[in-house]
Each structure stands twice: as C-alpha cells, then as structure tokens.
Nanobody, 124 residues
Framework: QVQLVESGGGLVQAGGSLRLSCAAS????????MGWFRQAPGKEREFVAR????????FYTDSVKGRFTISRGRASNTVTLQMNSLKLEDTAIYYC?????????????????WGQGTQVTVSS
C-alpha cells in the first residue's frame, strides 16, 4: 500500500519561502510520476508541478514557473517542493500525489495515491 505523507506547510509572509516534503513509502517508485497539487477555499484542486521519478523531468504550471522547484531524492524516497517568492494567491492546501505509468499528468483524476495535505498560508 502506497503512503504519502506531506510536511512543511505553515504561515509565511508574501515574498517568503517554504519547503514542502512528501515522504513516499510502500512501493518502488522508479516508474512513478510524483505531483504536487493545491486547493484553495472554494476552488477546484489544481496542478502545481510534477516530476518523473526515474528521469527527474519536471514540469510546472505557468503561475509558479521560476518560483517553485520540484525535486526527488531517490535514496530517501522523498519529493520536495521548494517555494520561493510566495504570493497571496499561493495560499492553499498542498497535496502530494503519485501515479504509475499512463494517466494524465495535470489532472487529479490521473493520480492513484494522495497524501493528506498540508496548509500553506501566505499573508500580506
């Protein structure tokens, strides 16, 4: 059974930084894609970034390009989202997700496993 556990959320002022971590366990992830999504109050869950576990190829939604960096640590089975220059509109619950081969990188329905989420609040 795959388990994903997020950590690192919190309250930060606009312009600040946070680092989210996702500890993955329960399976070999060499053929998995790992993603980060977020959901703000009253809004749908949206794609933020994803990385292929084997090649480390990353992709970002336009609104976070140049500010967020996704990475994975093979030895630690951890996926990290470094968030810099945070904006008020980045406030949301952030979720780590995993999917095996196939499926849609950019939609929540394309992912098989989810963490419980971690709150990120950006204040002015």
């Amino acid at each position: 059974q795959v388990q994903l556990v997020e950590s690192g959320g919190g309250l930060v002022q606009a312009g600040g930084s946070l680092r989210l971590s996702c500890a993955a366990s329960g399976r070999a992830f060499s053929r998995y894609t790992m993603g980060w999504f977020r959901q703000a109050p009253g809004k749908e869950r949206e794609f933020v970034a994803r990385i292929s576990w084997s090649a480390g190829t990353a992709f970002y939604t336009d609104s976070v390009k140049g500010r967020f960096t996704i990475s994975r640590g093979r030895a630690s089975n951890t996926v990290t989202l470094q968030m810099n220059s945070l904006k008020l509109e980045d406030t949301a619950i952030y979720y780590c997700a995993a999917r095996s081969l196939g499926g849609d990188d950019f939609r929540p329905s394309g992912y098989d496993y989810w963490g419980q989420g971690t709150q990120v609040t950006v204040s002015s």
